[in-house]
């Protein structure tokens, strides 16, 4: 088991920053992400980052604006987010997956958090 606990999450205005942290606790893994869902739409991939290698991969939407990074010491994964903007606003959910499939797809993930606000107003 894998125990995930994000932090970071609140209002801002576009343009501006925000810092996610999700700490993980439990079993190893493979590969962290994070995720966001809107109301009323899907729950949709941003960001991942091999935990071992480091190999980051994101969404094209948040590339250039977003960076994904982790401390294998304290077993913490972050999400930076500059440049907001109005769309950004969304849970923020991170997962962890032991299995190496598609990354992109949250079926790949076996443990979640229980999600972050992220509202960013225009």
């Known amino acids: 088991q894998v125990q995930l606990e994000e932090s970071g999450g609140g209002l801002v205005q576009a343009e501006n920053s925000l810092k996610l942290s999700c700490a993980a606790s439990g079993d190893t893994f493979i590969a962290m992400g994070w995720f966001r869902q809107a109301p009323g739409k899907e729950r949709e991939f941003v960001a991942v980052v091999l935990w071992n290698a480091g190999n980051t991969y994101y969404a094209d939407s948040v590339k250039g604006r977003f960076t994904i990074s982790r401390d294998n010491a304290k077993n913490t994964m972050y999400l930076q987010m500059n440049s907001l903007k109005p769309e950004d606003t969304a849970v923020y959910y991170c997962?962890?997956?032991?299995?190496?499939?598609?990354?992109?797809?949250?079926?790949?993930?076996?443990?979640w958090g229980q999600g972050t606000q992220v509202t960013v107003s225009s």
């Open positions: 997962a962890a997956t032991k299995k190496f499939l598609r990354l992109s797809l949250s079926q790949a993930y076996d443990y």
